[in-house]
């Protein structure tokens, strides 16, 4: 999330309680699209109502669907919402979309494995920043990687990167240039 703080923390709560209680209704997790969607219209209305302010927040949601596989979905705070390859939020939004869409162009999905797209993301963000970054200096997510135990096949849960793994990608990087 991006944004005011107090208005991400409300759309963290809201989030939560909507995905709880689809959970209790239909028995299995709510897909990332249909939760884009909630939240994406709960934010038009609250730009609707003039006894309302809107949520100053951007919010990216990423999750791996047993169906449809990886997916990326940001939402604004006018009520808008679309899938992404790949995004960015914040002060410099549109230099990193260029770098992406440049890397990107006139493919379905970044090629590699899940450290070669971790390692896009971090040349990225160095890239549109202009840091040489060190292994505490960042954090990184990833939905959809290995598993942490070493067992075969992809593991749906998000989990962080350790400093570690960071700074392996890192290493990568360096080589490559």
Known sequence: MTGSIADARASVDRARGEAAEFRYKFGYEMPADVLAKRLSNINQVYTQRAYM????????????????????????????????????SGPKQQEALNYFEKKLKNKDYADGSWEDVVELAITALSNVLSVDFKKHELEVGIAGGPHRDGKEGTDPEFRALTEDEIDERLQAISEKD
Not at 58 to 76: A, Y
């Open 53 to 88: 302010r809107p949520l100053g927040v951007d919010i990216t949601l990423v999750s791996v669907d047993s169906e449809k596989g990886p997916q990326l979905f940001k939402c604004d705070p006018a009520g808008y919402y679309a899938g992404y390859k790949a995004t960015a």
